[in-house]
């Protein structure tokens, strides 16, 4: 992976606008192959992933570009140490690529013609790691699922709702919004591979007390999950559930026509001490609830 070559006159043009107090200047992203030293740590070998699709429907649309990336990890602390290389693929989802999803990616209907993702090597790639992370696991994981079977076997995580990125003062989830705010980087993003890059630059730089956003997904990712589906909920109370950082499903996919959102153990009283309060008039609501680990997390098999 390439390695940037700084500009001494255009470094200290930068510094000097920083330190103006007037100006915040974004470096272009390389991403590194490496970010720390190998110092003798337990090691793991996880998977970041990024797709383009067709549409947002994991039922009916497709998968048109793919990159799965290895990378090394402390299992003590999360730190990243050797990033491995990318295997990036495209794939002709057998129909035209909407016009809106060219704009957005640059992928054309002759770029994918013929193409199709190596199930063999995607699967190789995927037995020797130990986790899977992506940006939006709940939008990523069931896309493959149907594509590649191989995806329902392992863990996931993800990097948007398994950092409390919020908490630690940032106002929204978006990884081109994250990268700017947290590592001060900018990068061309909608292709897969650069998108999966940029997100594991976004795991491995630390926050101003040191740690490491990667080992705060592997403590988060590694907990048990309730998944709280509010059937039944009010129309009214569509905002406070928005807010409250719910999903709207209509449906179509088997599951409950309903907002839901993800917690851990821990929080499933409170959250549904909010529900009863805020939602049901403060009676039990005809609410589901559902268990997940690691393997079944954004996940939509069975209907879960």
Same mark, same amino acid.
């Given at each position: 992976?390439?390695?940037?070559?700084?500009?001494?006159?255009?470094?200290?043009?930068?510094?000097?606008?920083?330190?103006?107090?007037?100006?915040?200047?974004?470096?272009?992203?390389?991403?590194?192959?490496?970010?720390?030293?190998?110092?003798?740590?337990?090691?793991?070998?996880?998977?970041?992933?990024?797709?383009?699709?067709?549409?947002?429907?994991?039922?009916?649309? $497709?998968?048109? $570009?793919?990159?799965?990336?290895?990378?090394?990890?402390?299992?003590?602390?999360?730190?990243?140490?050797?990033?491995?290389?990318?295997?990036?693929?495209?794939?002709?989802?057998?129909?035209?690529?909407?016009?809106?999803?060219?704009?957005?990616?640059?992928?054309?209907?002759?770029?994918?013609?013929?193409?199709?993702?190596?199930?063999?090597?995607?699967?190789?790639?995927?037995?020797?790691?130990?986790?899977?992370?992506?940006?939006?696991?709940?939008?990523?994981?069931?896309?493959?699922?149907?594509?590649?079977?191989?995806?329902?076997?392992?863990?996931?995580?993800?990097?948007?709702?398994?950092?409390?990125?919020?908490? !630690?003062?940032?106002?929204?989830?978006?990884?081109?919004?994250?990268?700017?705010?947290?590592?001060?980087?900018?990068?061309?993003?909608?292709?897969?591979?650069?998108?999966?890059?940029?997100?594991?630059?976004?795991?491995?730089?630390?926050?101003?007390?040191?740690?490491?956003?990667?080992?705060?997904?592997?403590?988060?990712?590694?907990? !048990?999950?309730?998944?709280?589906?509010?059937?039944?909920?009010?129309?009214?109370?569509?905002?406070?559930?928005?807010?409250?950082?719910?999903?709207?499903?209509?449906?179509?996919?088997?599951?409950?026509?309903?907002?839901?959102?993800?917690?851990?153990?821990?929080?499933?009283?409170?959250?549904?001490?909010?529900?009863?309060?805020?939602?049901?008039?403060?009676?039990?609501?005809?609410?589901?609830?559902?268990?997940?680990?690691?393997?079944?997390?954004?996940?939509?098999?069975?209907?879960?």
């Amino acid at each position: 992976m390439a390695t940037r070559k700084l500009r001494p006159e255009l470094e200290d043009l930068a510094r000097r606008l920083e330190e103006s107090g007037d100006y915040r200047v974004l470096r272009r992203l390389v991403p590194p192959g490496r970010y720390a030293d190998d110092d003798g740590a337990p090691r793991r070998t996880a998977i970041a992933l990024d797709i383009e699709t067709t549409g947002t429907a994991s039922a009916s649309d $497709e998968i048109i $570009e793919l990159s799965v990336i290895p990378f090394e990890y402390s299992a003590d602390d999360g730190r990243i140490f050797a990033v491995g290389r990318p295997l990036t693929q495209l794939e002709d989802p057998g129909r035209l690529v909407p016009p809106d999803v060219v704009q957005l990616t640059g992928i054309t209907d002759a770029a994918v013609a013929g193409k199709r993702i190596d199930d063999r090597a995607v699967t190789k790639l995927l037995r020797n790691g130990d986790l899977v992370v992506s940006h939006n696991a709940a939008f990523d994981r069931p896309f493959l699922e149907r594509r590649l079977p191989v995806f329902a076997d392992v863990p996931w995580a993800c990097s948007m709702v398994d950092v409390p990125w919020k908490d !630690k003062g940032y106002a929204a989830l978006g990884q081109e919004y994250l990268l700017e705010q947290h590592c001060g980087v900018f990068y061309e993003a909608h292709r897969a591979e650069p998108d999966a890059l940029a997100m594991l630059h976004l795991l491995a730089t630390p926050f101003d007390s040191g740690e490491v956003p990667f080992g705060i997904l592997l403590r988060t990712a590694l907990r !048990k999950a309730v998944r709280i589906w509010a059937v039944g909920a009010p129309f009214d109370a569509k905002d406070k559930l928005k807010s409250r950082r719910y999903t709207w499903n209509p449906g179509e996919d088997g599951r409950p026509r309903a907002w839901h959102r993800t917690v851990s153990e821990d929080e499933q009283p409170a959250e549904l001490a909010w529900l009863r309060e805020q939602v049901y008039g403060g009676r039990d609501g005809p609410w589901r609830l559902e268990d997940f680990d690691p393997r079944t997390r954004f996940s939509t098999r069975g209907g879960a």
